[in-house]
């Protein structure tokens, strides 16, 4: 596949489905909806009923264009899995999606959780003093979303663009015709990107992990287990989109060069290229950006090195029951592979929550993505290579109770001495915190006076 077509589909999916809403691929329970939909599909063989068709506008109908049970078939000969029952699956207008996403960033982020993320991303400066996470999230996630899969109710939905065509439809198909994938070209990898979920939520216990232990989780560890899940689904959609015949599945597809690939994205982003959603990626900070491409593309890429590890998918289906813990173990795929190295993240079991003014808000580990984020946001050059040796870290933000300034703690650790000294070095100059180094450990620090930063230092 050409480097041009590849960087369409991952824009396809990268910015037109939700990262958030597709981490929890498992089936709660069948629901009575399954016996409706399969007497409005006569399954195994035949399409959807044309009625159906006539029903449904704009994307709908290119979706139902495509049988979604030869669709099936396919994926299950790509992924070497087998349906254990049908997944239905229905339509979104614009409305419709703006509400399903407001109900489940209700449930995934409520207000003291979003508190807590605006105010790391503040005190690290990766956004605005007065950005806002949650009501950012709704606004973008409504403009990119084309698909989702929905563990709850077990089936997933396509957004009928129709619901508003506009000038911004328009130029999507344009550019789709120019880079040579069709319209049934898209709707088809989404479909089967969205499948791919739903086949392994019947196959997986997910759903009991990620609803119980994430709520623990730290940024890092979500975005980890994020990767393989969404990774898992873009190989297969990249390996659907190269033709091959299904039978020889994953032979020749390999996901390498994530970053060079999310690069890429990040430049066409700054031009007027009217792709899917570019203008409201474009416009997100940088965080969000990164969080966006990273389960996608780095997610790839690791799914793609178990893959050919085995020369099959018993490596990839055996990470599900041992899924990646960094961020690290995503982006240097061998500390998976062959150490699954676990971080050495720092004791803050004395630090304390309360000092003089100073409030506790939020603790949280970013792991080597959020070095990297921060580092570049900042103007360091070699981004990657300085939060590379990473092995671990604890940020700890507080707010003044008076005058509400927030100030932070962030503790590093890493692997050599000679990983701290660089980390130091590319922070010198025209860095906005303070970076203080002790062996393999840097302490970076913002908002305290040096008293304040004194007493905390005693309690490391």
């Known amino acids: 596949m050409s480097m041009k077509r590849l960087l369409i589909l991952g824009l396809t999916l990268a910015l037109l489905s939700s990262a958030q809403a597709l981490v929890e691929p498992e089936v709660d329970g069948w629901q009575d909806m399954v016996k409706a939909a399969r007497q409005a599909c006569q399954i195994p063989g035949t399409d959807l009923l044309p009625e159906a068709l006539d029903e449904l506008g704009g994307l709908a109908s290119d979706a139902m264009s495509a049988p979604l049970e030869s669709l099936m078939s396919e994926l299950e000969e790509r992924r070497g899995l087998k349906f254990q029952y049908f997944t239905p699956w229905h339509v979104k207008d614009r409305k419709e999606l703006r509400e399903y996403l407001a109900e489940q960033l209700d449930k995934e982020m409520p207000p003291e959780k979003a508190e807590q993320a605006t105010a790391v991303l503040r005190a690290l400066r990766l956004v605005p003093n007065d950005f806002e996470v949650r009501s950012f999230l709704e606004k973008l996630l409504t403009s990119q979303v084309a698909g989702v899969y929905d563990p709850v109710v077990d089936q997933f939905f396509l957004v009928d663009m129709a619901s508003e065509v506009g000038v911004r439809d328009r130029l999507v198909k344009l550019a789709m015709k120019r880079a040579g994938l069709s319209m049934a070209d898209q709707i088809s990898v989404v479909t089967i990107h969205e499948l791919d979920h739903a086949l392994g939520g019947q196959h997986f216990p997910l759903k009991e992990l990620f609803s119980e232990a994430s709520r623990d989780w730290s940024t890092d560890q979500t975005m980890a287990a994020q990767a393989l899940v969404e990774g898992d689904a873009t190989f297969v959609m990249i390996d659907h989109q190269n033709k ?73 289906n055996a990470a599900y029951g041992m899924l990646p813990t960094s961020t690290e173990q995503v982006l240097h795929p061998e500390t998976y592979l062959y150490a699954n190295r676990q971080p050495t993240i720092p004791d803050f079991s004395k630090v304390p929550k309360t000092l003089g003014p100073w409030k506790w808000v939020a603790d949280d580990t970013g792991g080597e993505f959020l070095v990297r984020v921060v580092l570049e946001q900042h103007g360091v050059r070699d981004f990657a290579s300085a939060a590379e040796g990473w092995d671990g870290d604890k940020i700890r933000v507080y707010r003044h109770r008076s005058d509400g300034k927030l100030a932070f703690l962030w503790v590093l650790n890493w692997d050599t001495e000679a990983d701290a000294k660089e980390f130091q070095a590319v922070t010198a100059s025209n860095f906005p915190f303070k970076v203080e180094r002790d062996g393999t450990r840097t302490i970076l620090w913002s908002g305290f006076e040096p008293s304040t930063m004194q007493t905390l230092r005693k309690t490391l």
């Open 244 to 316: 091959l015949p299904a039978s020889r599945a994953g032979e020749s597809t390999y996901v390498q060069g994530a970053d060079m690939m999310a690069k890429m994205v990040t430049m066409m982003a700054a031009f007027p290229i009217p792709l899917p959603g570019m203008g409201d990626f474009s416009e997100a900070p940088l965080y969000f950006q990164k969080s966006l491409m990273f389960p996608y593309f780095n997610g790839a890429e690791l799914v793609s090195s178990l893959r050919h590890q085995t020369y099959n998918w018993a490596a990839v």
